[in-house]
Nanobody, 125 residues
Framework: QVQLVESGGGSVQAGGSLRLSCAAS????????MGWFRQGPGQEREGVAI?????WYADSVKGRFTVSRDNSKDTLYLQMNSLKSEDTAMYYC?????????????????????WGQGTQVTVSS
């Protein structure tokens, strides 16, 4: 049974930092392509950061967020600095079986096989 469990969300003031973690279990972690998505109230789920050989970031978070992966711990991370109120959302970790394909594919939530339950990030101004 594949499981992704996010943690690290919370409430923070604008300018602050949070580090999200996504612990994976139930499969060969290193053989999956993984990324972070977020969904704000009334908004569609959008890609935030995809872990590939050259990590991809949404323009809105570029320079502030960093995605990393520790295969020895089966964990994906998202370091979020200089948080803004517009970063407020539920953040989800996603995994896709196999190596990472094209970015166009990776940015589509429907292309991912597994999702975590989400962790809420709230940034107050």
């Amino acid at each position: 049974q594949v499981q992704l469990v996010e943690s690290g969300g919370g409430s923070v003031q604008a300018g602050g930092s949070l580090r999200l973690s996504c612990a994976a279990s139930g499969y060969t972690y290193s053989s999956y392509c993984m990324g972070w998505f977020r969904q704000g109230p009334g908004q569609e789920r959008e890609g935030v950061a995809i872990y590939t050989r050259n990590p991809w970031y949404a323009d809105s978070v570029k320079g502030r967020f960093t995605v990393s992966r520790d295969n020895s711990k089966d964990t994906l991370y998202l370091q979020m600095n200089s948080l803004k109120s517009e970063d407020t959302a539920m953040y989800y970790c996603a995994a896709r079986i196999g190596p990472c394909p094209s970015l166009k594919v990776l940015l589509s939530p429907s292309e991912y096989n597994y999702w975590g339950q989400g962790t809420q990030v709230t940034v107050s101004s």
